[in-house]
């Protein structure tokens, strides 16, 4: 007797996936964000994201393995808002002052408390031990310096800016003035006050 041939529902083992991984990130993200590395538990991460340790440990591992995704999905996020805010026909002056307004939007959100840069605020605390999440913190910078001085760059190509202008330098200072600014952020500094600093920068950059 010849057997039917299974259907491809048939085939499939297991169920399907009961979390969205990109939303379980995001809600990691904000766990690790709120407390830090070392003060955020694995229960606390399990409250989060609504999985329950095992299913935690069967989707990103443990503890360590989970805040470097949620670090790397940041850093993505970061290079989609840098990309949107300086990849565009803006003048300099314009594309700076929008991407520190992306930046102060995640920092000061306009309800809740401030919480300046997710890296900057967890992952410089644990560098000093934890390799991997040096060598992500780093790659992270240099992304954004990268980007930074790439869109400097093209400025001073189009005559906005001195001729002899170092995009490198510049894009330093651009990405110093990020770091400073989470930094008050998480420190209570006013959101007018950074958004002045922001503004003090450019001009300088711009000048």
């Given at each position: ?22 939303a379980?990130?995001?809600?990691a993200i ?6 830090g ?15 329950n340790?095992?299913?935690l440990?069967a ?8 805040y ?5 999905h940041?850093?993505?996020?970061g ?9 565009n026909d803006?003048?300099?002056?314009d ?8 930046a ?5 959100p306009?309800?809740?408390r ?15 031990e934890?390799?991997?999440i ?12 990268e980007?930074l001085?790439r ?8 005559g906005e ?21 989470a ?25």
């Amino acid at each position: 007797m010849v057997q039917k041939s299974a259907s491809p529902q048939a085939k499939r083992r297991g169920r399907p996936r009961a979390y969205d991984p990109d939303a379980a990130l995001a809600q990691a993200i904000e766990a690790f964000w709120k407390t830090g590395y070392s003060g955020t538990s694995l229960d606390d991460l399990s409250a989060a994201t609504g999985m329950n340790r095992p299913s935690l440990y069967a989707a990103f591992g443990d503890k360590r393995e989970l805040y470097l995704k949620a670090l790397g999905h940041y850093w993505t996020l970061g290079g989609s808002m840098m990309t949107d805010a300086l990849d565009n026909d803006l003048p300099l002056r314009d594309a700076l002052m929008r991407f520190y307004q992306n930046a102060l939007a995640l920092y000061v959100p306009r309800t809740g408390r401030a919480r300046g840069c997710f890296a900057i605020s967890t992952a410089t605390t644990e560098a000093l031990e934890e390799p991997k999440i040096r060598a992500l913190l780093a790659r992270g910078l240099r992304g954004l310096d990268e980007g930074l001085a790439r869109r400097i760059r093209a400025a001073r190509e189009a005559g906005e800016i001195k001729a002899d202008a170092d995009p490198a330098t510049l894009a330093a200072i651009a990405s110093a003035t990020l770091h400073t600014i989470a930094i008050r952020a998480r420190a209570g500094t006013p959101r007018a006050e950074l958004e002045a600093l922001a503004r003090s920068v450019v001009g300088l950059i711009c000048a």
